[in-house]
């Protein structure tokens, strides 16, 4: 009897979408990625859809009930549920919402209107990283994905092997590559807390590191700011930095300091 | 006759979330409806406080797919908003950029996300199997387009090295004249593709309903990067009266909001494009417009897919170009200079599903004090939504499934962009 391959589907949230598209990114490796697993179910690219899968792989942040109710219903279907991207692992950019009342940003970008009231669609509340709403079983980090990373986590997935993805800080790749350091030039990277694994391709590009990919388990934020600080760096426009990919951890600090 | 109900929950095959809804009894319509239901994502809101410095790289995040084009219309508002000019290298560099996402969209759209209607599969897996020699070409395509972001740009998706008034960091004349030869040697292959299509045109549907067409237009190119608002009922535009252009409004259905200017709806996009520009494609491109037998103004939804592959053939001869004009110029190193001011500034490009505005306000520090974005989404959704209704009626005589199809494959003639919009598609038959 022929072996059954593992049973994949794709799902998305709010996001750009950017993350999967690096699916379609793979070019022909797409085809050796079909021979590995069966993709079931992945609306962006497919109409068949099946609720029958191992993994689901969900890309997007969770802003609305309606959302985190299919969320719940996916983490039940789903043997192992892999967070694909910034914007389902920390929230990406989109969680710099959370700075203001819900309200007051529907009502900036929609205006006071008569459609928006008790409607399911506008009912938002703060932005959401999947692990806030279910368990979440490995991540694939980054503004977008590296889609080399992306095989590399789902074949490790299917031997059973842990998570590839680093915890390491940009600097050692970038110090690797032979970058001149940012700091030298006077901006403000955060290489020193970032998680690797990107290949330090910002800073490669001359453009500083926002931290897309979240920070290191133990990130030695004091020290950064220390360095940052040594150069010349405002506290403002380290917040500034800090506040764009990385939002969730200021959240969170936050949080930790009012139950302290 | 019999109740009709299609409820096309969470289209396919279209970047983002929306539905299609169909009633019918006795033979008449009695609803059918485009909803967008995708989260609101609130950019517009979330960027004030950004430093200037920051806003395309928080902006270019609205997409995935035309990552680029936001990136740039971004750049090109905070520009106008600060006065600040950049070098022909830059623009020439910046044109080939946004070509290049032109391209990697298009044929992710017409090969990846349309051709399976074509053949009545679901996705183009199961192509793979029967299709394999159009299948890789298709990829070779793609493969290109993303390759010319990766040099341009620093990656695929999400652009690196465009900044305000330049580049952090250039391809070298070695990479760029080896690009040249890669694009010059695609060629042969846009034709294969584009034949492929040819043969297959017949299964697009032959329906037409006249209404108004916005987008870039200028009078020396095929306008993509730069130019002022054209449309087909009212001749042109300045882009900062982009406003009273797109007069966007709020629907209940949907997180997407919708546009109207000279009547109920307008369309933009690659069919906008080239019912606006047509006389100015490059003479590949437009001798496959005459292949095709699109001549403007076409008034079929269903021909964005084929002016889609027209774009992409122009996109390749054009920044073959660019690249020899920049080369022949030589590449020079440049740092950008200009001073942080107040103001407000308005930027308006063409990304591949249509004419897009970002318009944002600056405090003296640099710091966006207030944004708005009109996506070229939300600006169709409108007109999707008067073709539906237009179409519907003629479908009824045929299987629910094949109503469903249709239905589907007219949503997806637009290339809808919803995470874009929401910043919107499922089809229900209730």
Redo the contacts between chains.
């Keep these: 009897m022929k072996k059954q391959k593992p049973r994949v589907a794709f799902f ?11 699916i ?2 793979l ?2 490796a797409v ?1 050796d990625v ?1 021979k590995l697993v069966d ?1 079931v179910s ?8 099946s609720d029958d899968y191992d993994i689901a792989v969900v890309e997007g942040s969770i ?2 009930p309606m ?1 985190e109710e299919r969320l719940k219903k996916i983490r039940e279907n789903a043997k192992i549920l892999v967070a694909l991207g910034a914007c389902a692992c920390t929230g ?3 969680r ?2 959370n ?2 009342p819900v309200e ?3 009502t ?4 006071k ?1 008569e ?2 009231k008790d ?1 399911p ?2 009912a ?1 509340f703060e932005t959401k990283a999947l692990d806030e709403v279910v368990p979440v079983d490995a991540y694939v980090p980054g ?2 994905i590296d889609r080399d990373e992306f095989c590399k986590v789902l074949v490790a997935l299917l031997l059973g092997k842990k998570s590839p993805v680093p915890d390491y800080p940009v600097c050692v790749e970038c110090k690797k590559k032979e970058n001149v350091c940012l700091f030298e030039l006077g901006k403000v990277c955060m290489g020193p807390v970032a998680r690797a694994g990107c290949g330090a ?2 800073p ?4 500083e590191c ?1 931290a897309c990919r979240g920070y290191v388990t133990h990130p030695e934020e004091d020290a950064q700011t220390d360095v940052l600080t040594k150069y010349g760096i405002s506290a403002e ?1 380290i917040m ?1 930095r800090k506040s ?1 990919f990385t939002y969730r951890y200021i959240e969170e600090k936050a949080k930790q300091e009012v139950e302290e | 006759m019999s109740e009709i109900a299609i409820k096309v929950d969470h289209l396919t095959r279209v970047e983002g979330h929306g539905n299609i809804i169909l009633n019918a009894k006795n033979g008449a319509i009695e609803k059918v409806q485009w909803q967008v239901t995708e989260a609101p994502r609130m950019f517009e809101s979330f960027v004030r406080g950004r430093h200037y410095h920051q806003v395309s790289h928080v902006m270019s995040r609205i997409c995935g797919i035309c990552s680029i084009g936001h990136a740039l219309c971004s750049l090109k508002a905070t520009e106008a908003a600060m006065s600040v000019t950049i070098s022909e290298q830059t623009e020439l560099l910046r044109k080939v950029a946004l070509h290049a996402e032109n391209m990697q969209s298009h044929i992710l759209h017409v090969g990846y996300l349309v051709a399976p209607d074509l053949f009545r599969k679901g996705s183009v897996f199961p192509l793979i199997e029967t299709h394999p020699d159009a299948v890789l070409k298709i990829i070779a395509l793609h493969r290109l387009a993303n390759e010319m972001s990766d040099l341009l740009c620093g990656r695929t998706t999400h652009p690196i090295t465009l900044m305000v008034g330049g580049f952090t960091s250039t391809p070298s004349e070695r990479e760029l004249s080896s690009l040249r030869d890669r694009l010059s040697n695609i060629l042969p292959v846009c034709d294969e593709v584009n034949q492929l299509l040819l043969d297959n045109v017949h299964m697009l549907p032959d329906f037409t309903r006249e209404t108004e067409y916005i987008g870039l237009t200028s009078d020396t190119e095929y306008a993509l990067y730069d130019g002022v608002i054209g449309s087909t009922d009212t001749g042109t535009h300045p882009v900062e009266d982009y406003e009273s252009i797109a007069n966007e409004y709020v629907v209940p259905y949907s997180t997407a909001k919708f546009a109207s200017h000279a009547r109920e709806s307008y369309m933009v996009g690659a069919l906008a494009r080239f019912n606006l520009n047509a006389e100015k494609l490059t003479s590949g491109a437009r001798a496959w417009a005459q292949k095709f037998g699109l001549s403007p103004i076409s008034y079929n939804p269903f021909m964005n897919n084929v002016a889609q592959l027209i774009e992409y053939y122009h996109s390749v001869e054009d920044s073959i170009a660019l690249i020899d004009t920049i080369l022949n110029k030589g590449l020079k190193n440049e740092t950008p200079s200009y001073a942080v001011k107040a103001g407000r500034g308005v930027g308006a490009v063409e990304v591949p599903r249509g004419i897009l505005f970002h318009d944002y306000t600056y405090n003296d520090k640099g710091f966006c004090t207030r944004a708005n974005c009109v996506i070229p989404t939300n600006q169709n959704h409108k007109n999707i939504n008067l073709d539906l209704e237009a179409l519907a009626p003629t479908l009824l005589g045929l299987a629910e499934k094949e109503i469903e199809l249709n239905l589907e494959m007219l949503v997806r003639a637009y290339d809808p962009c919803i995470s874009c919009s929401t910043h919107y598609l499922t089809v229900e038959f209730t």
């Excluded at chain 1, 998305?12 to 690096?22: N, P, R, T, V």
């Excluded at chain 1, 490669?204 to 453009?207: I, L, S, V």
């Design positions: 998305d949230f709010a996001s750009c979408e950017g993350c999967q598209l690096q379609a990114n070019e022909e085809i079909t993709i992945f609306r962006e690219v497919m109409k068949e859809h802003m609305r959302d990406c950019v989109q710099m919402v700075q203001w007051e940003s529907i900036t970008v929609y205006n209107d459609a928006l409607n669609y506008f938002n503004c977008p391709i910002c490669t590009h001359g453009a926002e426009q500034q764009m």
